[in-house]
Structure formats: structure tokens, C-alpha cells
């Protein structure tokens, strides 16, 4: 009954959707005034609908109903109770059906708080939302039902990929998920806006927030897969050059771009086509993050399942959507007015040398992922882009887009002077040049990115903090406190990058138990090798007794996991997180001699990587309550 | 500057950028992309030297030899032709390695015809395993 209710409710929600398409429309027609108020009630109910349908998912999931095909192919009730519930949407399925969801709490929430806009624009925005949710219910509807019965039920479920039985799955495809949906909602707002011919400050501070909203969770959802990969994978490296890493990256490019130039338009009314053109990029990355993802045109541990058909149909909405964005901008932006001019020395020039700069980079990203699956397709020739390619024409564009942002924002709006500017860069820039003299002779040997990398880390990193000198610290906006710490965070992760690829230190050796062996400043000593026992798997699990020098010794236990349900081995990296970085031990196989393969990593400074991602989110955190707080006062001052 | 003459030139801006980053991109394509062969590949066209590329196929039945160090093998990886290529690995084999199953390795070909792989691709289970080997897999007819 549960299962059918949830189905009742999808095409309920979805019935709702397409009225708020038609509604909407028809309200903008002139002498149809009255229809827009209901628009919002439409998309209230459809939110809720579309929430009650997924939350009965969840029970379904809880409750291990295994005469739902969906749950019989992916759970299993010797699960633990977490995984159960996130295990919801570890499948094909259930993923959409949460990506629509957080679709229709997104529409929701626009048409209960926003109170800015034009009603006008607000209504046109609503419609186009709907046009979103209605690809993505068509798609759950016809081609991925959630709620599928299977009869006879099986006696037990196929279980979900060990892989995947890790707290990270509770929280990453969701907080992915709410940066894609974001992004798709500030892009209603763009059409909305173009529909109307709306575009200015106004709507821009309407957008605003959202674009922060995805960007935050775009910046976590990132920071958590790397690390998940990291720790989860067992190959000791944090970021793979995977497409479906890059389907991630690409909107995150695409949506700092955007927060950027949004910031322009709403400040200083400037960039506005841009903007918009912006809008619609990020869009289309989070269109095209979604395809690659879920088409199961990639083989990876995201892609769940290979179906043709479902590839047809989400490749046939990306041309939908992208098209008709690209084709609406194209007859609309003639309408949009010239916004302010400013000189190229100024904090609009940084900040379209910033856009120019990441647009690039989303260009080097976008070609070198899709260049495989296009070259498989005209040829049928097999290859693959990996790291070498993309550090080589990403990089230098990264290095000089960290220079632009220590100088970006110690430049005055509208016009400065370089030689100004100069002055004000004296101290990073004397900073830089002494890191750059220090780490030559420390470590003389290193390579040319990870030097330019450490430099640029610290002298950023002193630049970003100098807009807070001199200043009354308790007077600052939060928002610019946000944008401080952000920019830092960027330079303490740069700075983790460039340390983990130069000072790395790797051993790979087959030890016999009872042998020691010296990894970085570390002595790892294989005290033995036990079988032990989890929930739903078994293991072989390595003892180390480690020891730093004279300092007290600790243990870590790494294993090699075998699963199962479904049947499957894995390797549980064990990690010793310490100040200065990170010792990572694997255990590999058992060799003819009774030697045990032990693969161990000390990782200097490798935890600023995920560091400085936490420190700019936690920026773009302080930006949207700092933005939020100002508009409220401001919106109380106009009242009053 | 006129406003009129600054949206030009930022939209030139923008294509000049992105254009730039496009032929970059190309050109870096060229000598980046990691080419994948089969075992019969290798035969027919030659060993691609000096350039890091992925091969694929079977591992041989009783061919792979584990070195004195514990930590480096020798296998053979072959296709359903008679082509087979000598590939060394030197680190801990995916937990899904085994003699007569799918194997996609990344490496260089050295100049004796040696293939020595930096990297052995994770292959979890049937629904995981890179598509090139599901790709042989399917040519040599074991994949169900």
C-alpha cells in the first residue's frame, strides 16, 4: 500500500508541475492578473506532494519491503540501519527521485519567502521551474518508477555495494544534489528575468542566494567525495581527474564564475548579459554533471547501472533544456540594457579576469571529459584523459586565477590605479618572494608546480586578509568576512595540494610479521595478521604498532574486507591523522613466502587539502547570513 | 569607454578566453590521451613507445610470477587472438585480480617489448569494471 501511495503521490506532484507551467504562463498574458497569486499555492502543495512521496521511499527502505523491485535490488535486512536509509538513494531511482524532490522543496521555498521580485518575474520564474521538474518527472515516471513491485517478492535483497556501505553516502549525493538543484534555481530566476526583461540589481539580489546556496553545497559535496575517495578507495590520492569528479567540478566552476559576476550586477549594476550567460552555463554544467553521471554512459561506482534507453532519455532533456536556455538568451539579449561602465583597472576588471580565467578552465575541463566518449563514438577508438592532461593545461590557469584573487579585492570599485594597487600588495607580495627564496633552499629539488603552488598558497593567503587591516574588525560586514575567509580557504587547500604532491613519501614492501619499516619520520612494525568480523563482512586485519621517533607508540589496524552481500573484497585504508599530516597504511595480499604486502604513505600537510574546502564554504556560509541579514534590515528601513 | 564599446570587448574577451582554452585543450589532448590497445592491437599496429597508454584483456591462466621482493609480478595479458602482451606491476593488485578474469592496465611500453604498468584499474564487480574491459570481455564471449 505504502509503495503505491508514494506512486499516487509522484504523479500527483508531477500533475501539479505542469499546471504550474500552464498557470504560470497563462498569468503573464496581460488581463490575466488574477492567476498569479495561485501560482505559489501550486508550487507550496507540489513540494509537499513531492516530499510525502519520498519520504514514504525512505520507510520502504527502513522497513526492507522486499516486494519493491527497487529495495529487493539494492538493500538487504542484515544492513546496518544507516545504511538502509541512505541506501534510498544509492541507486539509480531513488537518486532522481531525491533530485526531483529537492527540485520541488526549492520551488517551494521560492514561492513562500521570496518577496523581492516582481510578482510578474517571480511567476515566470515559477513556470520555468516547473519546466525543470517536468523532464525529471517524465524521466521518473516512464522510465526509472521508483516504486516497481515485484512478484513473487524474494526472500532476501541483492544488498548495495560495499563500496558504498560508508557513512559518506549519507551525506554526499544529497549535498551534490542541493548545489545541481540551486544552481537550477537560480537559473529559473535568470529565465524569469529574461521573460520579463527584468534584469537588473534587483534580481540579481534575488538570485544571489541561491547561487550561494548551490555553491556552498557544490563546495562540501566536493570536499566530502574527494575525501571519501581518498580514505574509501585505498590508492592514497584525492583527486582522480574521474569524469564524475569532473561532472562536480564543472558546475562548482561554473558557479563561482556566476557568484562573482552576480555580485557585480548586484552592487554595481554592471555585467548584466554576462550574468545571465553565466546562468545559463552553470546550468548546463549541472545538466551535463547530471547526464554523465546518471546515464551510466561512464562504468564507475556512480553510474550504478548501464541502460541505453535511460542514456537516450536524459541526453534528449540536456538538449532540451541547454537549447532552449541557449535559444531564450540568444532572442532576449538584445533586450538587456547596457549595465555601468568601469575601467579594466578596477574590482569589476579583477573580477571579470576571474570569470575569463575559470571559463577557460571550465573549457580545458568540459573538453577533456567529453573528448573520450566523443572519440569512442565517431571512431570507436578507446582512450582515456587523465591527470597529466589536465594538470598541464588547467594549472597554469589555476596558479594565475589564485594571483588574481590576492590582488581582486584590495582593488576599488569602478576605477583604481595600478600603482595604488602596487602599494597595497607590498607586504603579500614581499611574503611571496621570501617563501619563494625559503622553500629553494629547504627543499631544492622541487618541481615547478608545487614550488609556484606553496608560493602562491602563502602569498594569497596573506593577501586575502589584508582587506580585513586596519579595519574596525567588529564593524566588518560578515559578508566580507565571508569572502576573506573563502579566498583563504582556496589558499590552504592550494597550499595541501602542492605539499602532498612534492613531499609525499611511499613504501611498498612485503613484510614478514614481526618486521619494521621506516616511512617518512614514522617506524611501522607489523605485530600480526588476524581474521575478524563485522555486521555483513568478514576481514583480514593487519596490526601496526606505529611509532614517530622516541614519541609513544599507537596502533592502526588496515584491512582487506570481504563482503557478503553482495559478495565483494575491499580495502579499508587505516589513517593516523596528526598537525603535520597524515600516515596511510594498506594492507595487500599474502605472498608464497607468508609476507604480507604493506603500502604506506606519510602525507605532509594533506589535510589542508579538505581544510581549506571547509574554510570556503564556511566563507560562503558567512557571506549568505551577511547578505540575508543586510537585505532584511534594509527591507525594515524601507517599511519603516 | 563607452558602455556600448565595453560589452564588445568583453565579449571578445570571452571568446578569445574560451577559443584559447579550447586550442590549448586540443593540442594538449594530443600527446595526453592515454590510447587504449588490445593485445591484438599491439601486434598489428606495434607497441607504442615513449607515451603513457592503457592496455586490456585477459590475465593468462597460470602465467602470473611473483618477484623476490614480494611486491612486484609478471603476468601475461592476452585477448582472443594469440597476441599477448608481458606487462610488470610493482604494488598491491586490485582486490578483484585473478588469472583468467578482465584486467586494464596503464603504463609504458618499454623498448624489449615489456610492458610495465603504474596502474592496475579498480575492477569491483561485474557492474563496475572499467568499459574497456567490459568491451573485451564481451569479444572473448566469457562475459554473461
Known amino acids: 500500500m505504502m509503495a503505491e501511495t508514494g506512486f499516487v503521490a509522484l504523479w500527483m506532484a508531477a500533475s501539479l508541475s505542469l499546471l504550474q507551467l500552464f498557470l504560470?504562463?497563462?498569468?503573464?498574458?496581460?488581463?490575466?492578473?488574477?492567476?498569479?497569486?495561485p501560482v505559489r499555492a501550486v508550487a507550496v502543495a507540489q513540494g509537499a506532494l513531492i516530499s510525502l512521496s519520498f519520504l514514504l521511499l525512505i520507510q520502504l527502505f527502513l522497513a526492507t519491503d522486499l516486494s519493491v523491485k527497487l529495495v529487493a535490488a539494492n538493500s538487504h535486512s542484515a544492513k546496518p540501519w544507516l545504511y538502509k536509509f541512505a541506501g534510498t538513494w544509492g541507486n539509480h531511482e531513488g537518486s532522481m527521485l531525491l533530485w526531483v524532490t529537492i527540485l520541488g522543496l526549492a520551488g517551494a521555498a521560492v514561492a513562500r519567502f521570496e518577496r523581492r521580485l516582481p510578482e510578474r518575474t517571480l511567476v515566470a520564474t515559477l513556470a520555468a521551474q516547473a519546466m525543470i521538474g517536468l523532464g525529471f518527472y517524465a524521466f521518473l515516471l516512464f522510465a526509472s518508477n521508483p516504486f516497481e513491485r515485484l512478484d513473487p517478492a524474494p526472500l532476501e535483497g541483492n544488498g548495495l555495494n560495499p563500496l558504498l556501505q560508508d557513512p559518506g553516502l549519507a551525506f554526499h549525493p544529497p549535498t551534490l544534489y542541493l548545489g545541481y538543484v540551486g544552481i537550477s534555481v537560480a537559473f529559473?530566476?535568470?529565465?524569469g528575468a529574461l521573460v520579463t526583461r527584468d534584469v537588473g540589481p534587483a534580481f540579481a539580489r534575488a538570485m544571489r542566494p541561491w547561487v550561494l546556496v548551490a555553491w556552498i553545497f557544490l563546495t562540501l559535496g566536493i570536499t566530502a567525495g574527494s575525501y571519501w575517495a581518498y580514505y574509501e578507495l585505498g590508492w592514497g590520492g584525492w583527486w582522480f581527474w574521474d569524469p564524475v569528479e569532473n561532472a562536480s567540478l564543472m558546475p562548482w566552476l561554473a558557479a563561482t564564475a556566476l557568484l562573482h559576476s552576480v555580485t557585480v550586477l548586484a552592487t554595481r549594476d554592471g555585467l548584466r548579459a554576462w550574468t545571465m550567460m553565466l546562468a545559463v552555463v552553470a546550468f548546463s554544467m549541472s545538466m551535463v554533471g547530471t547526464f554523465l553521471v546518471r546515464s551510466g554512459i561512464l562504468t564507475s561506482v556512480h553510474s550504478f547501472a548501464v541502460d541505453p534507453a535511460?542514456?537516450?532519455?536524459?541526453l534528449v532533456l540536456l538538449g532540451l533544456y541547454i537549447g532552449g536556455a541557449l535559444t531564450l538568451f540568444g532572442l532576449r539579449v538584445g533586450t538587456v540594457r547596457e549595465g555601468t561602465a568601469f575601467d579594466p583597472v578596477s574590482r569589476e576588471g579583477a573580477l571579470v579576469a576571474n570569470n575569463l580565467l575559470i571559463s577557460a578552465i571550465l573549457g580545458i575541463v568540459l573538453v577533456g571529459t567529453l573528448y573520450p566518449l566523443l572519440v569512442e563514438a565517431l571512431s570507436g577508438e578507446k582512450l582515456s584523459v587523465g591527470l597529466p592532461y589536465f594538470n598541464k593545461a588547467a594549472g597554469p590557469l589555476a596558479l594565475l586565477l589564485v594571483a588574481i584573487m590576492g590582488a581582486g579585492p584590495l582593488l576599488k570599485w569602478r576605477r583604481d590605479r595600478l600603482r595604488d594597487l602596487l602599494r597595497r600588495v607590498r607586504v603579500p607580495a614581499a611574503l611571496t618572494i621570501a617563501a619563494l627564496v625559503a622553500i629553494l633552499m629547504l627543499a631544492p629539488g622541487i618541481g615547478v608546480f608545487p614550488l609556484l603552488g606553496l608560493v602562491l598558497a602563502i602569498g594569497a593567503a596573506a593577501a586575502s586578509v589584508a582587506p580585513l587591516w586596519k579595519r574596525n574588525l567588529r564593524r566588518?560586514?560578515?559578508?566580507?568576512?565571508?569572502?576573506?575567509?573563502?579566498?583563504?580557504?582556496?589558499?590552504?587547500?592550494?597550499?595541501?595540494?602542492?605539499?602532498?604532491s612534492f613531499f609525499t613519501k611511499e613504501t611498498l614492501v612485503a613484510a614478514k610479521v614481526g618486521e619494521t619499516v621506516a616511512v617518512g619520520p614514522y617506524d611501522v612494525h607489523l605485530m600480526g595478521v588476524e581474521p575478524v568480523a563485522g555486521p555483513n563482512w568478514t576481514a583480514i586485519e593487519a596490526r601496526l604498532s606505529v611509532r614517530r621517533g622516541e614519541g609513544q607508540s599507537f596502533i592502526l589496524a588496515p584491512q582487506a574486507r570481504i563482503f557478503s552481500s553482495p559478495p565483494t573484497e575491499t580495502s579499508e585504508a587505516a589513517i593516523a591523522t596528526r598537525l603535520d599530516g597524515q600516515l596511510y597504511t594498506v594492507l595487500g595480499r599474502e605472498d608464497s613466502e607468508g609476507r604480507w604486502q604493506l603500502r604506506l604513505w606519510w602525507k605532509p600537510m594533506v589535510t589542508l587539502i579538505w581544510l581549506g574546502g571547509a574554510l570556503v564554504a564556511l566563507g560562503g556560509l558567512?557571506?549568505?547570513?551577511?547578505?540575508?541579514?543586510?537585505?532584511?534590515?534594509?527591507?525594515?528601513?524601507?517599511?519603516? | 569607454m563607452k558602455a556600448k564599446h565595453q560589452r564588445l570587448t568583453l565579449l571578445l574577451l570571452a571568446v578569445v578566453a574560451v577559443l584559447g582554452a579550447v586550442l590549448l585543450a586540443m593540442s594538449s589532448l594530443k600527446d595526453?590521451?592515454?590510447y587504449f590497445y588490445a593485445p591484438a592491437d599491439v601486434t598489428r599496429k606495434g607497441a607504442p613507445q615513449a607515451r603513457t597508454i592503457r592496455i586490456g584483456g585477459m590475465v593468462e591462466e597460470r602465467s602470473v610470477r611473483h618477484a623476490g621482493d614480494g611486491v612486484t609480478m609478471d603476468f601475461l595479458v592476452g585477448d582472443e587472438t594469440d597476441a599477448v602482451i608481458r606487462v610488470r606491476f610493482k604494488g598491491i593488485v586490485p582486490d578483484l585480480f585473478k588469472e583468467g578474469s578482465g584486467v586494464v592496465a596503464q603504463g609504458r611500453f618499454q623498448p624489449d617489448g615489456l610492458f610495465v604498468a603504474d596502474e592496475i584499474l579498480a575492477k569491483h564487480d561485474e557492474s563496475y569494471m572499467p568499459p574497456e574491459a567490459a568491451g573485451e570481455r564481451h569479444k572473448t564471449g566469457s562475459l554473461k
Not at chain 1, 504560470?24 to 497569486?37: D, K, Q, V, Y
Not at chain 1, 580557504?489 to 605539499?499: P, T
Open chain 1, 310 to 314: 535511460r542514456g537516450f532519455f536524459i
Open chain 1, 188 to 191: 529559473s530566476f535568470a529565465v
Open chain 1, 24 to 37: 504560470g504562463a497563462s498569468a503573464l498574458r496581460p488581463g490575466n492578473e488574477a492567476l498569479l497569486r
Open chain 1, 476 to 500: 566588518t560586514p560578515l559578508f566580507t568576512w565571508g569572502m576573506v575567509i573563502a579566498h583563504l580557504g582556496i589558499a590552504v587547500s592550494l597550499a595541501g595540494m602542492a605539499a602532498e
Open chain 2, 32 to 34: 595526453q590521451a592515454a
Open chain 1, 622 to 640: 558567512f557571506a549568505l547570513i551577511g547578505r540575508v541579514r543586510r537585505e532584511r534590515r534594509a527591507a525594515r528601513e524601507r517599511e519603516a
